[in-house]
């Protein structure tokens, strides 16, 4: 129902830094949830990080303290800014979005180099 279009990624040697982009189709009022997940080869979807209409952000454990979650409003935007990525962080990136169900994006591939 929501059209969500991820941008941003790629390849990073570990340390630095990548900024993920989340272009929605429809206001992010009507999104009463917006996230970010990643997914490895092999592994199991996991949560990257979380945040609500009202502004409230929740973090993988993994990932607190460099990765950022945002909105623009204006722009019906949501971001990630990952900062000091590992080779860890390496998986494809999906942004989410909730309004009467979970929606998701095509995925960005980010890889980080040793």
């Known amino acids: 129902q929501v059209q969500l279009v991820e941008s941003g990624g790629g390849l990073v040697q570990a340390g630095g830094s990548l900024r993920l982009s989340c272009a929605a189709s429809e206001s992010i009022f009507s999104i009463s949830v917006m996230g970010w997940y990643r997914q490895a080869p092999g592994k199991q979807r996991e949560l990257v990080a979380h945040i609500t209409n009202g502004g409230i952000t929740n973090y993988a454990d993994s990932v607190k303290g460099r990765f950022t979650i945002s909105r623009d409003n204006a722009k019906n935007a949501v971001y990630l800014q990952m900062n000091s990525l590992k080779p860890e962080d390496t998986a494809v990136y999906y942004c989410?979005?909730?309004?009467?169900?979970?929606?998701w994006g095509q995925g960005t591939q980010v890889t980080v180099s040793s």
């Open positions: 989410s979005a909730l309004t009467t169900r979970w929606d």
